[in-house]
């Protein structure tokens, strides 16, 4: 069946550097891509989200890219801070009402 | 506080007991989602409401749980003769009027069945 998921499942990075997090998606039809943020004990945050007629969308200090040709979407990070800390989530729409969510990624914040 | 919000945060129960969970909504929006979160994965959906009609409900609950909305405001998940399968985080999120996927979600009820 359709599913979303993630190539790693835990990412270090260096505070200041940028990070990217990956996300494959399987169904070819899928038309909307959401990047959601959770922090420990908190519920999920959306970031931001992307339509399958863009290859990019920029908001502060993130870019999502999505490629249709592969069905892959990153999430970038500029100048990852330790607030960043957290499980990323890429998510699908499915029909008109639910999110198919990937497994997440951890993203760790070195000193 | 203008935010979604979840009641109880925690709730520790024995095999077969019923358990209920309330989420207050922030106040304008009128679509209401349920979401189930083991850990280490995402969030799997259960079911969604606009104003007080249930539109759609998941395959994964069963005719133990259920959910309202009857006044199109706060909504309840109830789990009937619960399984230690049941232990899970429950997110409760809301939107507005426009179908995008951004949700505003609550801090979630953990649940635990002994």
């Known amino acids: 069946g359709e599913s979303v998921g993630l190539h790693l499942p835990t990412l270090s990075v260096q505070e200041g550097d940028n990070s990217i997090i990956n996300c494959a998606y399987s169904n070819s039809a899928s038309d909307y891509f959401i990047w959601y943020k959770q922090e420990s004990g908190k519920g999920p945050q959306f970031i931001i989200d992307i339509r399958s007629n863009m290859d990019k969308r920029q908001g502060q200090r993130v870019t999502v890219l999505l490629n249709k040709t592969v069905k892959h979407l990153s999430l970038q990070i500029a100048a990852t801070q330790p607030g960043d800390s957290a499980v990323y989530f890429c998510a699908e729409k499915q029909g008109n009402y639910q999110l198919i969510w990937g497994a997440g990624t951890k993203l760790i914040i070195k000193p | 506080d203008t935010g979604v919000s979840q009641d109880p945060r925690h709730k520790i129960t024995k095999r077969g007991q019923n358990v209920t969970f309330r989420c207050d909504p922030i106040?304008?929006?009128?679509?209401l989602y349920w979401y189930r979160q083991t850990l280490g994965q995402g969030p799997e959906f259960l079911t969604y409401f606009q104003n007080e009609a249930q539109l759609e409900k998941s395959r994964l609950l069963s005719d133990r749980f259920s959910a309202e909305r009857p006044k199109g405001s706060f909504s309840t998940l109830e789990i009937q003769r619960t399984e230690q399968g049941d232990s899970a985080m429950y997110l409760c999120?809301?939107?507005?009027?426009?179908?995008?996927?951004?949700?505003?979600f609550g801090e979630g009820s953990r649940l635990t069945v002994l």
């Open positions: 999120a809301s939107s507005g009027r426009t179908a995008t996927g951004e949700l505003f």
């Open positions: 106040s304008e929006h009128n679509r």
